[in-house]
């Protein structure tokens, strides 16, 4: 059987197993950011990123189904998740030297999203939470002050964008609950190659043309994002959120964008400034008080 999303998950124990899932799903999405800023800096950005929906949709299409009263939602989702998204997102990291300052500023999706459900959904929320977003918001507006980060604005910008079209992605998940997880991305996988390919059509033409000559050193980059991060990291999600609450599972994802900023730090060889680091932990506390708070509220951030 396929794994469906689950808000509750079962009370287990933590086994090996589950710490060895742990481990491996936040190395997966830590280390995706090198993966991806190879892969648009030796091809292009928005056909890197038709590439990768591309694998996405050959690894998931054999999930692919209509679910009756879902299709409105997987097609929007499909479209930001699987195309605007990673339009914004590839863009920055092309555009950006520091790309640890991009690890830091995506963290932004988690007070986007509640803030939208506060709109959207009329949600409630209490003064641990209103500080969660103020610290989140407060500690990435650090990044501005940096002056390592003056050519790096228009980057930050974009990811902010990313940011919050992920946030969206986010509200239209849980018209989702209980599709399976694979279903989810081969509708993901469809529509973003659909999109990204139109768009890399126009945009990067000549990008387009020499994909059949892409060497296979380029193709593994993409097929790390596009498996390793997006099939296999999301996959490895669902599965502990079979096995245990929310509230247990979402803060143990806080470890990827640190494991994000010292490993880019080291690949590219920009260690993070004093600022970068001050801006970032309390960036980072204010999104583990969210994650924390809201898990424990019972909704998936």
């Not at 086994?15 to 190879?38: P, S």
């Not at 009756?68 to 590839?90: H, P």
């Not at 529509?191 to 768009?199: E, F, N, R």
């Amino acid at each position: 059987m396929e794994p469906r999303i689950s808000s509750q998950g079962q009370n287990r124990g933590f086994g090996v197993q589950d710490l060895i899932v742990v481990a491996a799903m936040n190395i997966l999405w830590g280390f995706n950011i090198i993966a991806v800023k190879m892969a648009v800096s030796a091809i292009a950005p928005l056909t890197a990123g038709f590439l990768r929906q591309v694998l996405v949709f050959i690894v998931c299409m054999g999930s692919l189904r209509i679910v009756r009263g879902r299709m409105r939602a997987l097609t929007a989702l499909g479209i930001l998740s699987g195309g605007a998204f990673y339009v914004a997102t590839n863009l920055s990291l092309a555009i950006t030297h520091n790309v640890g300052a991009l690890a830091i500023a995506g963290q932004l999706g988690v007070p986007f999203s509640l803030i939208l459900a506060i709109i959207v959904f009329r949600e409630r929320i209490h003064l641990p939470r209103i500080i969660g977003i103020a610290l989140s918001v407060g500690g990435i507006g650090l990044l501005v002050f940096d002056p390592t980060m003056v050519n790096e604005i228009p980057g930050l910008a974009l990811t902010a964008l990313a940011s919050f079209i992920w946030a969206i992605c986010m509200l239209i998940q849980r018209r989702l609950i209980g599709v399976p997880v694979l279903t989810i991305y081969a509708w993901v996988g469809l529509w973003g190659t659909i999109t990204l390919g139109a768009v890399a059509v126009i945009a990067e033409p000549e990008a387009m043309r020499s994909i059949p000559s892409l060497p296979l050193g380029t193709l593994g980059w993409v097929a790390f994002s596009a498996i390793g991060s997006t099939v296999l990291g999301q996959g490895s999600m669902s599965w502990l959120l079979q096995r245990h609450p929310v509230s247990i599972v979402t803060p143990l994802t806080l470890a990827a964008p640190v494991i994000a900023v010292f490993a880019t730090g080291w690949y590219f060889d920009t260690p993070p400034t004093m600022l970068m680091l001050a801006g970032g932990a309390i960036a980072m506390i204010g999104v583990a008080i969210v994650t924390i708070r809201t898990a424990r509220a019972g909704d998936t951030p």
